[in-house]
């Protein structure tokens, strides 16, 4: 958990939301997908021009994620969001043989403002390229999958 707080106060450190059109925040993000992958905490950065870089830092009780996801806003209605991107993302087990494994994904999605400019709730979905010891699908000979997320956002 100390990491967690370290990491997430180091990221806004870094990047100031004093500057104009900067939005900073943190989520939690759950899903489902073909590369095995913890379950994250996100810090989403958002630009006033449509633009969101997303770092993302997961534990769980064998794998560490580290990851990065960057979005466009291609449309707003009211307090919702459409947005496409992509995500890359590498996890490292703590199993006997120390695997590792990397995904890459394109994805979509619609975010939903419960509070206007605070807190938000988004989903995505997409496809899905894992590659890596620990993402070797041997029943049905391939790494390509799709993938979906369930994410909260708290903007400060």
């Known amino acids: 958990m100390k990491k967690l707080i370290a990491a997430s106060v180091m990221t806004l450190a870094m990047v100031t939301t004093a500057s104009a059109g900067v939005t900073v925040g943190l989520g939690y993000a759950a899903g489902s997908s073909n590369a ?65 494994g990397v995904s890459l994904q394109a994805l979509v ?26 993402n070797k699908d041997f029943a049905n000979g391939t790494n390509f999958g799709t993938v979906g997320a369930v994410i909260g956002h708290f903007f400060f």
């Open 36 to 100: 095995k992958e913890a379950s994250g905490v996100r810090v989403p950065i958002d630009f006033d021009f449509g633009l969101r870089i997303e770092p993302e830092l997961g534990f769980s009780k064998h794998l560490t994620t580290l990851a990065v996801g960057g979005y466009y806003t291609f449309m707003k209605v009211e307090e919702v969001n459409l947005f496409a991107g992509g995500r890359l993302g590498f996890t490292h087990a703590d199993y006997a043989t120390d695997p590792i």
């Open 109 to 134: 999605g619609a975010e939903y403002f419960v509070v206007p400019g605070k807190f938000s709730v988004a989903t995505q979905v997409g496809l899905e390229s894992a590659a890596g010891d620990l």
